[in-house]
């Protein structure tokens, strides 16, 4: 057997020496981060905490009992895409509050969502805003009705604008116990669940009527940017992977919406894994338009998780491929399934935001 030489086994030895060290420093590193992230993410639900408290203490006994709700009740699931008059709501009607008490809710979106999920929310707002004004007063009959409703529902009629969102709370705002944030109007469904350090934002519903409008001269596009990333990915793919990307069958709207939870359906379109890496990440680019909507603390553990299972996510098409055009786009994996579905044209966007393995926190809220 061939001898070592002693300055060749100790220059082994110190490599693999260094070697375990790294490797150790790796995982405590790992760790570290890991601890960095849930601390962050605690630290982003006690402020959202505290901030949803701020806003109880603006309110009596009445407006209290309206915005609270129980964890086992059907408020959970009590959510659309549909205006007031078609859909009853519950909880606190921002057109009921006073001055304080909408700057402490609208305090608490902006603790809740990243900066860009607050901007989007407001533009959908604001949006619906813009339309108040062109269907003209409540129940005036002005203008077609939205969404296929008739005119004439509940309380006189349909209503738009600012004043026509709800802030409710299920379960107690806790920074250990699981609770959930609820807060929608026409073309708007956020469901935010928190537990400690954990947090999911699915099912929610962000979409657009209109998708285009102008304010001091400025375009505003509220799901511009969906749009915009979602055809790019369409158009970077070779002509074999448009072959599986696009369905063989027109789809007009959700297919997932509202009313569906719980509802599974089949993958369709090009897998991921054929996907380049730069389309790769296109499509992760596209899918953070709705993952980055909550507070940027809880982002990256749920970026993570869709890129862990980015092999197995499909990418599906229906319609046009030239940008500007109304297509519908579903972005399916194990823990996700997104949906953009233009109503008619351009200028009326239903999207759907869900996770078929943790929709209302499943994965860490009581059952």
Same mark, same amino acid.
């Given at each position: 057997?061939?001898?070592?030489?002693?300055?060749?086994?100790?220059?082994?030895?110190?490599?693999?020496?260094?070697?375990?060290?790294?490797?150790?420093?790796?995982?405590?590193?790992? $760790?570290?981060?890991?601890?960095?992230?849930?601390?962050t993410s605690a630290d982003a639900t006690k402020r959202i905490v505290d901030a949803a408290q701020a806003l109880l203490a603006t309110l009596d006994d009445a407006g209290r009992a309206k915005v609270q709700f129980a964890p086992g009740g059907s408020q959970k699931t009590r959510w659309s895409n549909l205006p007031s008059g078609i859909f009853q709501r519950q909880g606190?009607?921002?057109?009921?509050?006073?001055?304080?008490?909408?700057?402490?809710?609208?305090?608490?979106?902006?603790?809740?969502?990243?900066?860009?999920?607050?901007?989007?929310?407001?533009?959908?707002? /604001?949006?619906?805003?813009?339309?108040?004004?062109?269907?003209?007063?409540?129940?005036?009959?002005?203008?077609?009705? +939205?969404?296929?409703?008739?005119?004439?529902?509940?309380?006189?009629?349909?209503?738009?604008?600012?004043?026509?969102?709800?802030?409710?709370?299920?379960?107690?705002?806790s920074v250990t116990e699981p609770w959930t944030l609820q807060f929608g109007g026409h073309h708007l469904a956020i469901n935010l669940t928190l537990g400690g350090s954990e947090a999911s934002m699915t099912p929610s519903l962000p979409a657009a009527q209109p998708a285009t409008y102008t304010i001091e001269g400025r375009t505003i596009r509220p799901l511009g940017a969906? !749009?915009?990333?979602?055809?790019?990915?369409?158009? #970077?793919?070779?002509?074999?992977? $448009?072959?599986?990307?696009?369905? !063989? =069958?027109?789809?007009?709207?959700?297919?997932?919406? &509202?009313? /569906?939870?719980?509802?599974?359906?089949?993958?369709?379109?090009?897998?991921?894994?054929?996907?380049?890496?730069?389309?790769?990440?296109?499509?992760?680019?596209?899918?953070?338009?709705?993952?980055?909507?909550?507070?940027?603390? =809880?982002?990256?553990?749920?970026?993570?998780?869709?890129?862990?299972?980015?092999?197995?996510?499909?990418?599906?098409?229906?319609? &046009?491929?030239?940008?500007?055009?109304? #297509?519908?786009?579903?972005? /399916?994996? +194990?823990?996700?399934?997104?949906? =953009?579905? &233009? /109503?008619?044209?351009?200028?009326?966007?239903?999207?759907?935001? $869900?996770?078929?393995?943790?929709? =209302?926190?499943?994965?860490?809220?009581?059952?």
């Amino acid at each position: 057997m061939r001898e070592f030489a002693p300055v060749v086994l100790v220059t082994y030895f110190a490599l693999a020496g260094a070697v375990a060290v790294a490797a150790l420093a790796q995982q405590r590193d790992a $760790r570290s981060l890991n601890q960095s992230s849930a601390s962050t993410s605690a630290d982003a639900t006690k402020r959202i905490v505290d901030a949803a408290q701020a806003l109880l203490a603006t309110l009596d006994d009445a407006g209290r009992a309206k915005v609270q709700f129980a964890p086992g009740g059907s408020q959970k699931t009590r959510w659309s895409n549909l205006p007031s008059g078609i859909f009853q709501r519950q909880g606190l009607r921002l057109g009921d509050l006073t001055a304080a008490q909408r700057a402490a809710v609208q305090t608490l979106l902006e603790t809740a969502l990243s900066r860009e999920g607050y901007r989007k929310i407001d533009e959908i707002m /604001q949006g619906d805003e813009m339309l108040r004004q062109t269907e003209g007063p409540k129940g005036s009959g002005v203008g077609p009705p +939205p969404d296929g409703g008739r005119r004439g529902g509940p309380g006189g009629g349909v209503a738009f604008g600012r004043d026509q969102y709800y802030v409710a709370f299920v379960g107690s705002p806790s920074v250990t116990e699981p609770w959930t944030l609820q807060f929608g109007g026409h073309h708007l469904a956020i469901n935010l669940t928190l537990g400690g350090s954990e947090a999911s934002m699915t099912p929610s519903l962000p979409a657009a009527q209109p998708a285009t409008y102008t304010i001091e001269g400025r375009t505003i596009r509220p799901l511009g940017a969906e !749009n915009d990333k979602a055809f790019a990915l369409i158009n #970077a793919l070779d002509d074999a992977q $448009r072959r599986q990307a696009i369905l !063989n =069958y027109r789809v007009a709207d959700l297919v997932l919406g &509202p009313g /569906q939870d719980g509802r599974t359906i089949q993958p369709e379109g090009v897998r991921a894994s054929v996907l380049t890496a730069a389309q790769q990440a296109m499509l992760l680019e596209l899918i953070r338009e709705w993952a980055g909507i909550m507070n940027d603390a =809880y982002t990256g553990s749920r970026m993570a998780e869709i890129k862990t299972n980015l092999s197995q996510t499909y990418f599906a098409w229906s319609g &046009p491929t030239a940008s500007g055009s109304a #297509a519908y786009f579903r972005i /399916q994996g +194990p823990t996700l399934v997104i949906e =953009y579905a &233009p /109503q008619g044209g351009t200028d009326h966007i239903h999207t759907i935001y $869900r996770d078929p393995t943790n929709d =209302y926190g499943a994965k860490f809220a009581r059952k």
